[in-house]
Structures are given as C-alpha cells and as structure tokens.
C-alpha cells in the first residue's frame, strides 16, 4: 500500500508497512513456550500439548527438579496474570496437557516448549 502525504508543496510517497491489528490477525497455534496470552485475540480456547520443559538440560537437586529445570502454565479465570485467579496449573519436566476452556480468559507459559492444539 502506498500513502501519499504533501511535504512542503511537494507530493511524497511512502510506503506504509501492513499492519495488521490484533482482532484481524488469527489465534496462535502452536501456542510459544514462553509468554503470556489472552483467549480470543491471542489464542483459542481447546485442549493444548507440549512435549515439556524447554531446558536443554535438567538440574536436580536429592531427586527432584530445580523450578528452572521445568515447565510450568497457569490459566487465569481474569485477563490479568493475577495469582489469585489461578483455575488451573501444572509444571513438569516432561509432556503436559492444559485445558483452555471457556472459564479460562488468559494463559500463560513459563519454560516449555511450543503448545499444540489437541485435534
């Protein structure tokens, strides 16, 4: 798309960069690993897998994994990232599922590697 704006008596073009706005842009899938994401603009609602934990390598300390070893997701029943609304949580170092069903207005990710949605 090319804009044309006047500068000082003469005709400029510019070029404008496509933007596009988040209610035109489509819900993620895979869901990234890392972040925080509101059910509706940024993901949809739906059953979401990750094989686990995005460490290259594990530390664990008398048999049990560091909390950076792991991955770990919340689904906030508020669009905010409140710990009081907490609806569900899971951490692992391995494969987990998260529900994101209608209760849950946010999601967030710490740590693991990419959310794919469940067919």
Known sequence: M???YAVGGLAA???AATFVSPADAAPMDPIP????FLVG????PGL???AGSASTFGVWINDVPTLDSM???FAYSTPDAN???VVATNMSIGPMFANIN????AFESRNCQPWTRVP
């Open 2 to 4: 090319v804009r044309r």
């Open 48 to 50: 979401y897998q990750t």
């Open 102 to 105: 209608a209760e849950v207005m």
């Open 33 to 36: 690993g890392n972040g925080f």
């Open 71 to 73: 991955c770990a997701w």
């Open 83 to 85: 710990k009081d609304h």
């Open 13 to 15: 073009a510019v070029a």
């Open 41 to 44: 603009p940024d993901i949809s």
